[in-house]
């Protein structure tokens, strides 16, 4: 079938007045086929924006009847192309931006029922009305769904103290892919009934369902937060200081970032206001938060902890911020970077984990094997010290090809990353982008299980296709 028919089926399968309100075709739906940074831009027969979940089952049934992919998205933030469709004859969109809704907020349980298309940020404000927090953060938040959150298992900056997306979570509502509910929006806090099934969806990229709503765990919001920004001779007192932050600040540590001196030119590059707030020339800086409630006086632990690593020689300049409107401007460094290395143009952008005792001697090899075999070219490091993640980012040099360029650099620091034991995905995921990396490493029963798992919950392959691993509709061997 042409996509014209494929179309004009599609409407039929809906019903016209469904087909009316939800479905977009045309030039309407490039945003919809594009990923974050503009690397990529494919299409879809149509993108499809359903407003309760009885659209979705419809949707999905619809799809499964003619034979079709479905993509879920969220946000359109996701950094490995999982929610970008890559056949655009066979695939649908499906946003759930419609479906935004906080069904409910339990300030006593401190727990929240809200659905997949909330934004996280709109999630969070909401949540600080009612003194309750939900604490995934990071740079996406103003634009990323909860939905898109769940399927990635996201991390941020918070997991040191709060764990990742999957830690934040009571309860799931999902739509199957034959279009059954899947009701498992639990507000109980232990719960050993067997296999937790909530689990399975979490982190799977949309390839076994679509999440409609959830349950979220809260905390009480933080009343005190306190940032600090300190300039370190090198990654290794990074480490160190954050051994004794672990300690020094017990469970106040809320967030603990490392990054290059580019850091700053990269962030102004994206954001020419933003202002100098110490020497900028340091080998290395850390980003640093401590937060907390009620009598615990957390700005004076700050003080202490940032004495205390002057003694110890282990900072040699730094900046504790006096309000939140400084701490948002030392904030946006790091978040700055990122658009700054967008403004760059095509670049390596890697998502790795190492045991933390390694993190230090598998940056300086990786960064000196890449620089070895690609002259030229920039290392941009950065990430979560205290969850091992680092963000090895490579900046092609100029008038050579860059895609080239990309898959050298890529190849080097994965054989470096393997010798560490680290994984190719802290946080990221999967998508499309690195299936083929996943699946190279693939042990043989691992790849068996997570097939036998897909064919189980999706025998007909609708969800996601090409996303995480390749299944088809091939019985396995
Ligand atoms: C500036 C920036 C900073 C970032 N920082 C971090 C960070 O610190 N930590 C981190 O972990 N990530 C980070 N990310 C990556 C990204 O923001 C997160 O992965 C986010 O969780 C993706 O949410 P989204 O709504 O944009 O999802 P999308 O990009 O729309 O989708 C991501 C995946 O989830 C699936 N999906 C989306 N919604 C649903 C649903 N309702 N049901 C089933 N499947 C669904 C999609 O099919 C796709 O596979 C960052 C991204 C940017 C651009």
Same mark, same amino acid.
């Not at 939905?147 to 739509?175: H, P, W």
């Not at 911020?321 to 948002?328: D, L, P």
């Not at 967008?342 to 598998?362: E, W, Y």
């Not at 080239?404 to 620091?413: G, N, T």
């Given at each position: ?240 200081? %954050?051994?004794? $932050? =672990?300690?020094?600040?017990? &469970? *106040?540590?809320? +967030?603990?970032?490392?990054?290059? #001196?580019?850091? %700053?030119?990269? $962030? =102004?590059?994206?954001?020419? &206001? *933003?202002?100098? +707030?110490?020497?900028?020339?340091? #080998? ?14 957390? +700005? ?20 504790? +911020? ?156």
């Amino acid at each position: 079938m042409d996509t014209d028919s494929t179309l004009h089926a599609l409407c039929a399968a809906l019903g016209s007045d469904m087909a009316t309100d939800i479905l977009l075709s045309g030039p309407d739906i490039d945003a919809y086929c594009r990923d974050w940074h503009g690397d990529v831009q494919t299409g879809a027969i149509a993108v499809l924006r359903p407003r309760d979940r009885e659209q979705v089952a419809a949707c999905l049934r619809a799809a499964a009847r003619l034979g079709l992919g479905v993509v879920p998205q969220g946000g359109r933030t996701g950094l490995a192309l999982g929610a970008v469709p890559d056949a655009p004859a066979k695939q649908l969109v499906l946003s759930l931006e419609r479906m935004n809704r906080i069904r409910r907020i339990d300030a006593y349980d401190f727990t929240a029922e809200v659905e997949a298309g909330a934004v996280l940020q709109t999630i969070k404000d909401q949540l600080a009305e009612a003194g309750l927090f939900f604490p995934l953060a990071l740079g996406a938040q103003g634009s990323c769904q909860l939905g898109g959150n769940l399927s990635t298992n996201a991390g941020g900056v918070n997991v040191l103290r709060y764990g990742m997306t999957r830690d934040l979570v009571l309860g799931l509502e999902v739509v199957l892919p034959d279009g059954q509910m899947l009701d498992l929006l639990s507000r109980l806090r232990k719960d050993n009934r067997g296999i937790d099934l909530k689990q399975l969806f979490i982190g799977a990229e949309g390839t076994l369902g679509v999440i409609t709503a959830a349950t979220l765990k809260l905390c009480p919001l933080p009343e005190q937060n306190v940032t600090a920004l300190l300039a370190l001779d090198r990654l290794e007192d990074a480490i160190t200081l %954050f051994r004794h $932050a =672990r300690r020094q600040c017990c &469970d *106040l540590l809320s +967030a603990f970032e490392f990054m290059p #001196p580019l850091a %700053f030119t990269l $962030a =102004r590059e994206a954001m020419p &206001d *933003l202002p100098t +707030a110490m020497d900028e020339t340091a #080998p290395a800086y850390v980003l640093m938060e401590l937060s907390g409630s009620g009598l615990v006086d957390v +700005a004076r632990l700050m003080e202490r902890f940032v004495e205390l690593a002057f003694v110890e020689g282990l900072v040699r300049d730094g900046v504790v +911020a006096q309000s939140q409107a400084q701490a948002k401007t030392l904030w946006r460094v790091r978040d700055g970077m990122n658009d700054g290395q967008a403004k760059r143009g095509r670049h390596l952008r890697t998502d790795l984990s190492v045991p933390l005792s390694a993190m230090a001697d598998f940056v300086a090899e990786a960064e000196a094997a890449v620089t070895a075999a690609l002259p030229g070219v920039v290392c941009v490091s950065y990430g979560h010290v205290g969850d091992g993640n680092v963000h090895l980012n490579v900046l092609p040099a100029v008038g050579r090809d860059a895609e080239e360029q990309i898959a050298q650099a890529k190849k080097v620091i994965h054989d470096v990353l393997y010798r560490f034991g680290g994984s190719i995905s802290a946080e990221h995921g999967i998508g499309r982008l690195k299936r083929d990396d996943f699946e190279k490493e693939l042990p043989q029963p691992k790849r068996a299980i997570l097939e036998s798992i897909k064919r189980a919950i999706d025998p007909g392959l609708v969800m996601n296709p090409n996303c995480q691993i390749c299944v088809t509709d091939q019985p396995a061997p």
